[in-house]
């Protein structure tokens, strides 16, 4: 009797704690951080999705939400947020937002890897596949032709965003696919097949849909009236991610050229020579910061040195065409075109560029034309055809009076006689030739 008294106490005990060990744990969120980034991942970006996630972890804050919007981007700075977002303490919810974004290449990479990825309808994820741009190649890298240096960025990539989806539970055979196939999904699509969450049609719903839900490594997120601070960028970075957009840099180059054009047409001008450095130097530091094709870079330099040098010398179009072509195969070669990743310049604003820069070159070429073709109105040369009056009769020497000055003359048609009018011919020295009026 005591023996089954105590079996029934042991399975009474066992019961319970079974029961609290299986009860779930509890997150409770009642202040939110919301940062909202669209454009290039870029060291600026990444700068300030980092400082988002910094501040949400200050021990004042109970989660961070990113509404993103972005084509791509640079390896590192990827690998950056992507850090940041495995060693938070806090939950961060990605949400591409609003309809129309997407995440592309690096945005599928920092949409895996965050806590909670949710999409607004009308988005699409996807196009992971890794694209070299302007990197210098080593010692060793010479040694590899382009497609093994290819096939191992490739490699690194599917391993990268396959141990990150396996830490998250997301769908790791998509997420291979999207790097290795750039494949792309709808946000339905998406969320049937594991990649991202749920659909949100505002950051209202959002958290509505978070709130009840099982986020690894936290419980059960409870929220309750949650009380919401934006973390906004700074002028500093609003600016830099301005120009970190390869159209802008590509329009900053072209305005550079321009300026430094009709400074050397015209030395001492200043201001168009200030714009012009000032607009070069930020552009190539855009390019550096986008990792720009270098030999893409000097296409385009050269096409406006054969600019330049039409002005100086007239090749009657054949410079300036030889430097059409040059900044065409520059911004070609400049970002990979066939990235899906939007590292790219916009043919429109290409094409509207060089249209610019052609029709200064041509302006500026007009105009040495026009000055080379203009009679000379100083110095002993303009005397040519200017008419005078003999002041001593020319035998066939004397002197003459053209505007307020006598001259040595020499007559060329025999004896002039005093106070005749006559008309230069020909300058020497500080000799003139002159004939009858």
């Known amino acids: 009797m005591i023996g089954k008294t105590i079996l029934t106490a042991l399975l009474i005990w066992v019961s319970i704690s079974f029961s609290f060990a299986q009860k779930p744990q509890e997150y409770e969120v009642k202040n939110i951080v919301v940062a909202t980034f669209s454009g290039v991942i870029s060291p600026v970006s990444a700068e300030y999705i980092n400082q988002a996630i910094d501040k949400a972890n200050s021990g004042k804050f109970d989660m961070l939400v990113v509404r993103l919007d972005t084509p791509g981007g640079l ?37 895996m890897a965050s806590h909670i990825a949710a999409m607004s309808p009308g988005t699409n994820i996807g196009a992971a596949h890794p694209v070299m741009m ?13 497609s093994d240096m290819e096939e191992k960025i490739l490699n690194d990539a599917s391993a990268y965003i396959k141990s990150i989806t396996q830490s998250t539970g997301r769908n790791v055979q998509w997420a291979i696919k999207a790097v290795e196939k750039s494949d792309s999904l709808s946000a339905e699509e998406a969320v049937r097949d594991n990649v991202v969450d749920f659909m949100a049609d505002d950051l209202d719903d959002l958290i509505s849909k978070i709130n009840g839900r099982k986020v690894k490594d936290f419980g059960i997120i409870k929220i309750n009236s949650p009380v919401f601070e934006y973390y906004e960028q700074t002028d500093r970075q609003k600016f830099l991610a301005t120009i970190t957009d390869p159209n802008i840099a590509m329009i900053l180059m072209s305005l550079g050229a321009a300026g430094l054009f009709i400074e050397l047409y015209n030395p001492g001008l200043i201001f168009p020579g200030v714009i012009g450095a000032v607009s070069l130097v930020i552009a190539f ?115 003459v009076l053209i505007e307020g000055e006598l001259w040595d003359a020499v007559s060329i048609e025999g004896d002039i006689p005093k106070n005749a009018e006559v008309v230069v011919q020909s300058v020497k020295g500080f000799k003139i030739k002159v004939k009858k009026a």
């Open 75 to 111: 390896d590192l700075s990827m690998r950056s947020i992507i850090k940041k977002i495995l060693g938070s303490s806090v939950p961060i919810a990605m949400y591409v937002s609003p309809k129309g974004a997407r995440a592309a290449s690096a945005g599928v990479f920092i949409s």
């Open 134 to 146: 302007g990197k210098m190649p080593s010692k060793d890298d010479k040694k590899e032709n382009s």
């Open 285 to 399: 530091y855009s390019f550096q910061t986008l990792s720009a094709n270098f030999a893409g870079i000097a296409l385009m330099l050269l096409g406006f040195l054969f600019f330049v040098v039409e002005i100086k010398v007239v090749s009657y179009g054949l410079l300036t065409i030889s430097g059409i072509v040059s900044i065409i195969l520059g911004a070609l070669m400049l970002f990979d075109q066939s990235s899906l990743g939007g590292m790219s310049i916009s043919m429109s604003i290409l094409s509207t560029t060089i249209l610019g820069l052609v029709a200064i070159v041509a302006v500026l070429t007009w105009l040495v034309v026009k000055a080379h073709m203009k009679r000379i109105v100083t110095g002993s040369e303009s005397l040519d055809g200017k008419k005078g009056l003999v002041k001593t009769a020319l035998s066939p020497s004397g002197k």
